[in-house]
């Protein structure tokens, strides 16, 4: 999981250090607008709110780098499915960002819906969000990063001539 920090360049992860006047972070309403004359270029980060649906980007996600997920209070969870949405169903590979009223107790579930990077809110420590993120480290369902249950992972470890 990254962390942003408010004062860094929010597009700087996503980018990889490329010229930032080549990268446009644009909501979906900007990028709606302009998609169709926008060069092919895969520096183009897009924010949604948590009830736009993640099903307009689809055509677009192979010119995406960025999707930024808001969360406009820690108690409205929409961006989770977004997420989850976007690794599971539309299959994006590129960076997920959390955004907004981002706290420590909610990295966890980020992680297992699929958000790779996360700009904690400003009271929030990131030694304790990386504690949590070990804390809960290891689940018995499936999620959008391993599919599989953990009886199912197990299993397929297991040697052969087990339980013979």
């Not at 990254?2 to 309403?29: H, N, R, V, Y």
């Not at 699929?114 to 304790?128: E, I, M, P």
Request: charged share 25%.
């Amino acid at each position: 999981m990254k962390f942003i920090e408010p004062q860094q360049d929010p597009l700087e992860s996503a980018w990889g250090g490329a010229d930032p006047a080549e990268c446009t972070l644009m909501t979906l309403e900007q990028w709606q607008a302009v998609r169709r004359r926008w060069p092919a270029m895969p520096r183009i980060g897009v924010v949604l709110s948590n009830d736009q649906d993640v099903a307009l980007l689809e055509p677009d996600l192979p010119r995406l780098a960025l999707v930024v997920l808001q969360f406009p209070t820690w108690t409205d969870g929409r961006a989770y499915t977004q997420a989850r949405l976007l690794r599971t169903r539309l299959r994006f590979t590129r960076e997920i960002r959390a955004s907004g009223e981002v706290l420590v107790d909610m990295l966890p579930m980020l992680q297992r819906t699929g958000f790779d990077a996360v700009q904690l809110r400003a009271d929030q420590s990131r030694k304790s969000a990386r504690h949590a993120l070990r804390f809960f480290a290891d689940h018995y369902q499936g999620d959008a990063n391993e599919p599989r249950p953990l009886f199912a992972r197990c299993s397929a470890q297991m040697p052969a001539n087990v339980g013979d």
